[in-house]
């Protein structure tokens, strides 16, 4: 973030936009993005060459920035502001947010002075942290600013002179030796926290994906990288020695330096001391970020000048990560200032379409990971905006499978419709009054074995009573025919640990207890009784229609007959 705070999205238009639209949802042979509520506890968010991975699955994310939380949240009557947010963007399919772990002297400050908190804007911290769990939200936690804002390194540099420390100016910050240790203090008591609400430290808390080491670094007086990179080196072994359990990134704009001469090419026409190749294959660093607000860097430029440098400043980063670092990749920020002369809502929704859509064409071969869009606010908090609502919401793009088609679910938001990209086709439907949504109904682990199989009851509930809100009609699928979620290769395994006879998955079809899983798997979802609305799923009008499985296959029987005996026996 720059000291200009630029668009966000209040709860109340994303609430709306949820109430006129079609809401459509497809299930994927893949991987299914927001299933992070239904892990175990002590899961962390990792990284496999140039993708990430969760629970043993490549992880894909929607993300959002709301820097605001830890300060909200000090006013215990404000924090429902972080809990509204949290709702919302869970609601509406994002998975990872990003926030502030800092606040440097000045008012309502985390850090009053060196080594010195204050324990009512920790447990403000802890709140959020908390409310993140709660809604199944990843979090990606930034250690310091680049700027004034909030302390930052001005306030560290500051801290010295008071000490009587000679500095010069806000860039002794990377090489002075106490302002270092001032860094690292915050460093130690950031991770070594005990949550007070959730009793667990926040070095081992699977609800931070990853710690950023400072916001949008920069330093004027060495436009090389040198500095910069000698900082990240020092400081992310320290990060490491403290916590590894979590990723770790710098919080890099992604400008280029020395290290490479012809890459700097890329920048907007100037450099900021950074040099994104050397910093970001630092060892300690798990992932590189970018981010993309061609309407600051180039604003006198015209649109198609700044689309042409978007087009470059994305394809040029995504081939460093592919093949230089050999590290994911994330668009951590981006947006469009409504401070910038020639907003408009289109050239809006112009500068989104564009950016995912070139982010669509350079993520078939993976490395670009996620994105964030700036930023989420709940209404009334106009002093943490730059002007009237933005109302646009993006997800992340698709990945492919072998065969070419997406695997991963791509919506947009807009103020009348929702595309929706899944394998072949492409959806776009207007504002109707009655909705429908297709979801699974399937979360088998392979720890869970019947009679005692795991039912994720509660989440459950939760998306009945939603759809409910919403008046969203829902199609139900009881279990896959895939291995993802467990699927028809688990129900054999099942049966094989229990020394019956099968042979293979499409036993799944005719062996009869199998079947008998089934039948119980069954039994247990329809006259389930949701705790929220305290109705049984069987009597809920909610609901659509039950889908028995999703995609049956049978290599056995190509004719069919297998399959059609089975279902009119599961069913009776």
Same mark, same amino acid.
């Given at each position: 973030?720059?000291?200009?705070?630029?668009?966000?999205?209040?709860?109340?238009?994303?609430?709306?936009?949820?109430?006129?639209?079609?809401?459509?949802?497809?299930?994927?042979?893949?991987?299914?993005?927001?299933?992070?509520?239904?892990?175990?506890?002590?899961?962390?968010?990792?990284?496999?060459?140039?993708?990430?991975?969760?629970?043993?699955?490549?992880?894909?994310?929607?993300?959002?920035?709301?820097?605001?939380?830890?300060?909200?949240?000090?006013?215990?009557?404000?924090?429902?502001?972080?809990?509204?947010?949290?709702?919302?963007?869970?609601?509406?399919?994002?998975?990872?947010?990003?926030?502030?772990?800092?606040?440097?002297?000045?008012?309502?400050?985390?850090?009053?002075?060196?080594?010195?908190?204050?324990?009512?804007?920790?447990?403000?911290?802890?709140?959020?942290?908390?409310?993140?769990?709660?809604?199944?939200?990843?979090?990606?936690?930034?250690?310091?600013?680049?700027?004034?804002?909030?302390?930052?390194?001005?306030?560290?540099?500051?801290?010295?002179?008071?000490?009587?420390?000679?500095?010069?100016?806000?860039?002794?910050?990377?090489?002075?030796?106490?302002?270092?240790?001032?860094?690292?203090?915050?460093?130690?008591?950031?991770?070594?926290?005990?949550?007070?609400?959730?009793?667990?430290?926040?070095?081992?808390?699977?609800?931070?994906?990853?710690?950023?080491?400072?916001?949008?670094?920069?330093?004027?007086?060495?436009?090389?990288?040198?500095?910069?990179?000698?900082?990240?080196?020092?400081?992310?072994?320290?990060?490491?020695?403290?916590?590894?359990?979590?990723?770790?990134?710098?919080?890099?704009?992604?400008?280029?330096?020395?290290?490479?001469?012809?890459?700097?090419?890329?920048?907007?026409?100037?450099?900021?001391?950074?040099?994104?190749?050397?910093?970001?294959?630092?060892?300690?660093?798990?992932?590189?970020?970018?981010?993309?607000?061609?309407?600051?860097?180039?604003?006198?430029?015209?649109?198609?000048?700044?689309?042409?440098?978007?087009?470059?400043?994305?394809?040029?980063?995504?081939?460093?990560?592919?093949?230089?670092?050999?590290?994911?990749?994330?668009?951590?920020?981006?947006?469009?200032?409504?401070?910038?002369?020639?907003?408009?809502?289109?050239?809006?929704?112009?500068?989104?379409?564009?950016?995912?859509?070139?982010?669509?064409?350079?993520?078939?071969?993976?490395?670009?990971?996620?994105?964030?869009?700036?930023?989420?606010?709940?209404?009334?908090?106009?002093?943490?905006?730059?002007?009237?609502?933005?109302?646009?919401?993006?997800?992340?793009?698709?990945?492919?499978?072998?065969?070419?088609?997406?695997?991963?679910?791509?919506?947009?938001?807009?103020?009348?419709?929702?595309?929706?990209?899944?394998?072949?086709?492409?959806?776009? %439907?207007?504002?109707?009054?009655?909705? $429908? *949504?297709? @979801? !699974?109904?399937?979360?088998?682990?392979?720890?869970?074995?019947?009679? /005692?199989?795991?039912?994720?009851?509660?989440?459950?509930?939760?998306?009945?009573?939603?759809?409910?809100?919403?008046?969203?009609?829902?199609?139900?699928?009881?279990?896959?025919?895939?291995?993802?979620?467990?699927?028809?290769?688990?129900? %054999?395994?099942?049966?094989?640990?229990? $020394? *019956?006879? @099968? !042979?293979?998955?499409?036993?799944?079809?005719?062996?009869?207890?199998? /079947?008998?899983?089934?039948?119980?798997?069954?039994?247990?979802?329809?006259?389930?009784?949701?705790?929220?609305?305290?109705?049984?799923?069987?009597?809920?009008?909610?609901?659509?229609?039950?889908?028995?499985?999703?995609?049956?296959?049978?290599?056995?029987?190509?004719?069919?007959?297998?399959?059609? @005996?089975?279902?009119?026996?599961?069913?009776?």
């Amino acid at each position: 973030m720059t000291s200009i705070i630029r668009s966000y999205l209040p709860s109340s238009v994303v609430s709306s936009l949820l109430g006129v639209v079609i809401f459509v949802t497809l299930i994927c042979e893949a991987r299914v993005l927001t299933m992070i509520t239904s892990s175990p506890p002590g899961s962390f968010v990792q990284t496999r060459g140039t993708e990430f991975e969760f629970n043993g699955s490549s992880f894909l994310f929607n993300g959002f920035n709301s820097y605001w939380m830890m300060n909200v949240a000090v006013d215990p009557t404000q924090r429902y502001k972080v809990s509204n947010v949290f709702h919302e963007a869970s609601a509406a399919g994002l998975t990872v947010g990003r926030t502030w772990a800092f606040s440097d002297g000045g008012d309502q400050a985390l850090q009053v002075s060196p080594g010195v908190y204050n324990e009512n804007v920790f447990q403000a911290l802890d709140f959020v942290v908390a409310e993140a769990e709660k809604y199944g939200i990843k979090l990606i936690l930034s250690l310091v600013n680049n700027y004034n804002d909030f302390g930052g390194r001005a306030q560290y540099v500051e801290w010295a002179k008071n000490a009587s420390v000679a500095v010069s100016n806000d860039d002794d910050f990377y090489t002075n030796p106490v302002i270092k240790d001032y860094y690292k203090n915050h460093v130690r008591s950031v991770l070594t926290r005990m949550n007070t609400i959730t009793r667990t430290a926040y070095q081992d808390e699977a609800t931070i994906m990853a710690w950023e080491l400072i916001n949008e670094p920069r330093c004027q007086v060495d436009y090389s990288g040198k500095t910069l990179t000698a900082w990240v080196e020092e400081m992310s072994a320290y990060v490491k020695s403290i916590d590894n359990n979590h990723l770790l990134e710098v919080g890099m704009e992604g400008f280029y330096g020395d290290s490479i001469p012809d890459r700097k090419q890329y920048n907007p026409g100037f450099q900021v001391g950074t040099d994104f190749i050397t910093s970001n294959l630092i060892k300690d660093i798990d992932f590189a970020t970018i981010h993309a607000y061609p309407d600051n860097w180039l604003g006198d430029e015209s649109e198609e000048v700044q689309e042409g440098f978007m087009q470059k400043w994305m394809t040029s980063h995504w081939e460093d990560s592919e093949r230089t670092l050999k590290k994911p990749l994330v668009l951590s920020e981006f947006g469009k200032s409504k401070k910038d002369k020639r907003y408009s809502i289109n050239a809006r929704d112009s500068y989104m379409n564009f950016v995912y859509s070139s982010m669509n064409n350079l993520a078939e071969n993976g490395t670009f990971s996620g994105a964030m869009v700036w930023q989420l606010l709940d209404e009334g908090m106009d002093s943490y905006d730059d002007g009237p609502p933005t109302t646009m919401l993006v997800r992340s793009p698709p990945r492919h499978n072998a065969a070419g088609w997406p695997i991963d679910l791509h919506l947009s938001f807009t103020v009348l419709s929702v595309s929706s990209q899944y394998h072949r086709s492409v959806v776009t %439907v207007p504002s109707v009054p009655h909705r $429908s *949504v297709h @979801v !699974t109904l399937y979360t088998i682990r392979l720890y869970c074995a019947p009679p /005692k199989t795991l039912y994720i009851y509660l989440a459950l509930d939760f998306v009945v009573a939603e759809a409910r809100k919403y008046e969203v009609k829902l199609i139900l699928s009881l279990v896959n025919n895939y291995k993802d979620f467990g699927g028809r290769p688990q129900y %054999v395994e099942w049966a094989q640990n229990a $020394s *019956v006879a @099968v !042979t293979n998955d499409d036993d799944f079809y005719t062996n009869p207890i199998i /079947k008998g899983y089934y039948r119980n798997h069954v039994m247990k979802v329809l006259t389930r009784v949701n705790t929220i609305t305290g109705i049984a799923y069987k009597d809920d009008p909610t609901i659509f229609a039950w889908e028995l499985i999703n995609e049956p296959r049978c290599n056995i029987d190509y004719s069919g007959n297998t399959i059609n @005996v089975s279902t009119i026996i599961s069913t009776n």
